[in-house]
């Protein structure tokens, strides 16, 4: 086969590391990649929201499969361009990745077919926003409704911030045309989880769960980022835990879909809070997260690409997949400053003589050099029996490694029960 990966980060790098696990793939190519991934891909200079040319690159080049991985692309249609070209893609089509790049809608659906999840208003007046929060509780959770790379979600602890947060958001347009409508709603209380599912349209299959580490610093202190670290399993869940969240929100939410006429075919995100009256939803993705999917593909013992296939052809009842029975973690290492602003450019060491499994994010190769390109630079993984085992592997990893700069939580995993 000749396969298209669609993106530039982590998540891609593991993606294109896994279809070449496979032994089906017999040329891949990265649009547009970065320096890991041209150790797997060759990579071709096309971002990925450029999505008139990577349908005009795939078309040209006779691609067999293009695996679309951000949201953006997504969102922007891309997976709907590419099936008009006769070129099968993985990923939801914009009217379904609309679950991710409107909260607004997200929360609406949710309403309308009873999937648990915090209450909430939509505003577009920032004047009205304001004065809502004046009857509210604090904490208080503000989200932009449109996407904002994961970094839209402010937990405001007291009025004043709240109100902050949403002049930034909608008077300042902190996150652009993404905060023109803002969802604000009550801060849910209890461990987050993450279950990602592969969506054929029909069913959803759930993938192992994870536990993702948004904060920027030790103890869930800083600002929000993409993702500082995951491990797998995310929580200790019994068979009867995950049922009753498959049939109570992940079959709910594909049959919703597909109810209102968009059919999602792909990967869900399902961002959870386990909260003293059960699992609610707090976000909806379109694609799998990142880093959580650094920490889960590979654990998958499954064919990746018959996975893929299932899912477009809608026949995932008809797979069965299977999973190590190993506990998971990954490391994300950073650029200082991140989520703000950080410098770029420096050259990094210790990778290829770490001893662990490596996925590359914000990299770039310079006169033969790998060098830091990006706010999450590396993602350091390692398995275990245990989830000690796997933490403790991932950070003998990330101490091999060296950049100017870098940074990196020291507690993944570690707080888990806590």
């Not at 914009?94 to 991710?100: P, Q, S, T, V």
């Not at 279950?195 to 069913?203: C, T, V, Y």
């Not at 069965?320 to 973690?329: E, G, L, M, P, T």
Request: with cysteine; aromatic share 6%; net charge negative.
């Amino acid at each position: 086969m000749k396969v298209l990966v669609v993106g530039s980060g982590g998540r891609e790098h593991v993606i294109c590391w896994k279809l070449m696990q496979t032994g089906k793939v017999d040329e891949l190519y990265c649009c547009p990649g970065n320096g890991g991934i041209a150790s797997v891909a060759t990579c071709v200079d096309i971002k990925a929201s450029e999505v008139d040319k990577i349908t005009d690159f795939a078309v040209s080049n006779k691609f067999d499969l293009v695996v679309v991985a951000p949201e953006d692309p997504l969102a922007l249609g891309l997976v709907d361009k590419l099936n008009e070209k006769g070129i099968r893609a993985f990923g939801p089509s914009a009217r379904a990745a609309i679950i991710e790049a409107s909260k607004a809608f997200s929360k609406e659906l949710m309403k309308k077919y009873s999937i648990p999840t915090a209450k909430y208003e939509l505003f577009d007046d920032e004047t009205k926003a304001c004065e809502y929060l004046e009857s509210q509780e604090m904490p208080i959770v503000l989200k932009c409704d449109g996407l904002a790379l994961g970094k839209g979600v402010i937990i405001a602890q007291t009025l004043e911030e709240a109100k902050t947060a949403v002049h930034q958001m909608m008077g300042d347009k902190k996150f652009g045309d993404a905060g023109s409508t803002i969802v604000i709603e009550e801060c849910m209380v209890g461990p987050e989880l993450t279950i990602l599912a592969f969506s054929d349209g029909n069913i959803a299959v759930p993938m192992i769960s994870s536990r993702d580490h948004k904060r920027a610093y030790d103890h869930d202190e800083g600002l929000n980022t993409g993702g500082m670290g995951a491990v797998t399993p995310g929580a200790d869940l019994t068979e009867e835990d995950i049922a009753t969240i498959k049939r109570t929100i992940i079959q709910p939410t594909v049959e919703a879909l597909k109810a209102e006429g968009r059919p999602f075919k792909g990967v869900i995100y399902f961002g959870l809070m386990l909260t003293k009256d059960g699992a609610k939803v707090v976000e909806y993705n379109c694609r799998f997260g990142d880093p959580e999917v650094q920490a889960i593909l590979p654990l998958l013992e499954t064919d990746f690409i018959d996975i893929i296939n299932a899912t477009i052809d809608g026949t995932l009842d008809q797979i069965d997949i299977k999973w190590k029975k190993k506990c998971s973690c990954v490391v994300v290492m950073a650029s200082g400053g991140y989520p703000e602003s950080y410098a770029k450019g420096y050259e990094i060491t210790g990778i290829d003589t770490c001893g662990k499994l490596v996925f590359q994010a914000g990299t770039a190769l310079k006169d033969g050099k790998l060098v830091t390109n990006g706010g999450r630079v590396l993602c350091v993984y390692d398995e275990g029996d245990t989830l000690d085992e796997a933490i403790d592997g991932a950070y003998e990893g990330v101490r091999k490694i060296s950049f100017k700069d870098m940074h990196f939580r020291t507690d993944i995993g570690r707080t888990l029960n806590k």
